[in-house]
Structures are given as C-alpha cells and as structure tokens.
C-alpha cells in the first residue's frame, strides 16, 4: 500500500518540469536566508545587547521568540490565504521589504519596548515569506521531487545561523550590535529588489496528478481549517512538530548566549566557530531529513514520521552531553550531533502538509502548521528558557542557564513519541487524499 501510494505522488509524463525552477529555488532560498539572519541576529548579540539596555533572560526570551513569534503566527494565516489568491513572487517581495525595514529599526531601539516593537514588525514581514515561498517551489516542482527540494530550500534556516552568527558577530566587533542590525537590513532590501525582478510566478497545481472531476474552488480560512484537520495525519503532525521546533528554537536561541555567559567564549570566537558550526550542522539535519525521507519514502510513507522521530531521540541525551562540557570548547564540538538533529523534523513535516492539502489551500494550511512551528516553539522555546533561567538565578543555582537548557531534553523526548504515532496513520490518510483527487 505504501509503494503504491507513493507511486501515485508522481505527475503523468504529460507534465514538464517549469523552465526556471532553480533559479526560482535559489532566489527563494536566499530570501528565506535572509529571513532568518535577520530573526537570528538578536540572539547572537544577545549578550551586549542585554549589557547596554539592561534587559532579562525573559525579557530576551519574549524579544528572540513571543514578541516575534506572536505576530508571525497571527499574520501569517492571512498572508498564506492572500497567497492562495494573489501573486505570490510579488507578496514574499514586499514581505522582505518590510520585515528588513523593520530590523534596521532595532539598531535605533533604546529600550526593551522599543526593540519589542520592532521584532513586532519583523513578525509581520517574515510572515509573508516561508509559506508562499513553498506555495511557489510546490507548482515549479512534482510531488516526488518535493521533500528534497523543500530540505533544499529549508537550509536557508542555517544558512542564516552561519551567516546571522559569523556577520553579525563580525558587524558588531567592527561597528558595535546597532551597526550590524542596520548591515543585515540593506541586504534583505537587496534581496527583494532581485526576488521581485528575476523570478516568475508559476501556474497553480500545473505538475500534481490532473483532477478527474470539476476544478475545485478557493477554499474560505474555516473549510481549510476543516479539511487539516480531518486528517489524522495533520493533527498529530501539528503537536510533533511543535514539540520539535520548541526544542530547536529554544537551543538555536540560547546556545550563543549559553557560550559565552557560562563557558566564557569571546563574541569574536562565537562569530568564527559557532556561526560555521551551526549552519553546517542545522543544514545537514534540514537537508538530510528531506533527503532520507525523499529516499525511504519510496518504500514507506512511515519514512516522514520515523526520521524526525528518531532524531528527536537522539537529540535528547546528546544535548544532555554537551551541556555538562568543561570548556566552551568541547561544548561546542559536542553540541554537533544535537545540532543536526533539533532541525530533521523541518522538510518532512512541510512536505507532507503540501502532499495532504488541497492545491487551492496549500499556502494556507502551511501557515496553519507553522502556527505551532512558531507560537510552541518559537514563542514557547526561548521563553520558557529564558523564565527558568531567571528563577533558577533567583533561587541561586550555579550556572542556571545551563540548567534551563537541559530542561528541553524530555520535551524531545514526547516528541519523538509523538511522530511515532503519526507513522500509524500516515498511510490511511494517503489513500484518502488519492480517493478525493481523483472523485
């Protein structure tokens, strides 16, 4: 049944690949590299940051997760239904613009309210940016192609580390934290102004298996919400996938900070080791998940549930591991395996979700995922780091930040568990969408 299933993903002959589709891919990718340089920036200045304004490990939890997080989510559901109706290249442009505007913003902030509210404007750029970004690759590429071709364009998550990490950290050695914002905001301005000249805007559902019956017609927000979640599948993905990003999001945002306040690592070295080092190794885990999904697929569909499950479950103790290191060092070298692995989850759980959505609704219910993407883990995770960190400093723990990181190992843990049960309706929920494609 699995082979068959996955069979059935493949377009007819009939369909030829689109002419521009890689340079498509990549003018996205570095959008979306943008996108996440310019969300990842304050983590990596955290430290002087939090020195000049005064600020809190919750204040910076709210800062690096919520106050982006919460208007990211809510923004994007309209953004993605936008998407479904509108030209999409010339929105995911404008929401560069905007959100690049807005980080150049934070170099003028003077206090925690003035730096919330730009992140609150960042929110509502990046909003418009990753789910009409896969809504675009989805209708340049066939559904046996897009697991990997979506790992492909979810590297641009650790590009952006290396690049947010090794620039940011070199921009504010060179100009001080308020220069480097400024810095990243001209190249997301740039970015735009090459997505908007370059790139154009394909046909919707052109390379999926053509309808036998009616074209169907736009889906309202509410008929989309119905149909995700009437899948199984969808529903428990939902919950993994949150789980997951909760712990990636709250390591990708407290690891920096975590250096160099508790191992004592210097700003210059967290641009020259940990920049490299987490982009090389969150982009072995993104790309690789949608790889090996994109290779095991092809005899289970269990494939999208086993491998974010499985390095969900050794992510955990190997976080554990490099947590207790003596030396920033070894910290570092030691946080590689958890580092690949906090990230496997990303390509198979938005391929999945564009292979289970009706074409007319794929940018909407992609946003409907990254609602728990972003309000669990990235509004939960560095929060919830941040709060412990501050509560355990309050009763006295030695090193607390070190401790309130550790507590995201047994959330990874669930979430595992979580994908395992996806792996039992995975199948069913397959069949299902086949049997409606082609009623």
Request: net charge positive; aromatic share 8%.
């Amino acid at each position: 049944m699995d082979q068959a299933a996955t069979a059935d993903l493949t377009p007819t002959a009939a369909h030829a690949p689109r002419p521009g589709r890689t340079l498509a891919l990549l003018v996205l990718t570095a959008v979306g590299t943008v996108n996440y340089v310019d969300r990842q920036i304050l983590s990596v200045l955290a430290e002087p940051i939090r020195a000049e304004l005064h600020l809190s490990d919750t204040q910076l939890g709210l800062l690096t997760g919520l106050s982006f997080a919460l208007f990211y989510a809510v923004v994007g559901v309209p953004a993605a239904m936008l998407a479904d109706r509108a030209h999409r290249v010339r929105l995911v442009a404008c929401a560069c613009l905007v959100w690049s505007l807005f980080t150049g913003a934070c170099a003028f902030a003077g206090n925690f309210w003035h730096l919330a509210l730009a992140r609150f404007g960042v929110g509502v750029g990046e909003a418009g940016g990753t789910a009409p970004s896969l809504s675009i690759l989805a209708d340049y590429y066939p559904p046996a192609q897009r697991p990997a071709v979506i790992g492909a364009f979810t590297v641009n998550g650790p590009l952006g580390v290396f690049v947010g990490a090794s620039l940011g950290g070199w921009a504010a050695g060179q100009f001080g934290w308020r220069g480097a914002f400024i810095a990243v905001a001209a190249i997301g301005a740039l970015a735009a102004l090459v997505l908007a000249v370059f790139v154009r805007e394909p046909v919707r559902g052109g390379l999926d298996p053509a309808p036998t019956g009616p074209v169907a017609p736009r889906m309202s927000l509410m008929d989309s919400v119905r149909v995700f979640l009437s899948r199984p599948t969808l529903c428990l993905l939902l919950l993994a996938s949150g789980l997951a990003s909760f712990v990636s999001n709250g390591m990708l945002n407290w690891i920096p900070a975590y250096l160099m306040r508790v191992q004592h690592m210097p700003l210059a070295e967290v641009a020259r080791w940990f920049g490299p080092a987490a982009g090389i190794c969150m982009g072995l885990g993104i790309w690789g998940g949608g790889a090996l999904v994109n290779w095991a697929g092809r005899h289970s569909l269990k494939a999208y549930a086993y491998v974010p499950g499985l390095a969900m479950l050794v992510c955990a103790p190997t976080l554990a591991l490099a947590l207790n290191a003596a030396s920033w060092q070894a910290s570092l070298a030691l946080m590689l395996v958890p580092m690949i692995c906090c990230t496997s989850f990303v390509a198979p759980a938005l391929a999945l979700v564009q292979n289970l959505s009706p074409v007319t609704a794929r940018a909407t219910a992609t946003a409907l995922l990254l609602l728990s993407f972003n309000i669990v883990g990235l509004g939960g995770g560095p929060l919830a780091v941040g709060m412990l960190s501050d509560m355990l400093g309050k009763a006295e723990v030695a090193d607390p930040l070190r401790f309130a990181l550790m507590a995201l190992a047994p959330v990874g843990l669930v979430g595992a568990l979580t994908y395992f049960a996806v792996s039992r309706v995975i199948a069913a929920d397959t069949d299902a969408v086949h049997r409606e494609r082609a009623a």
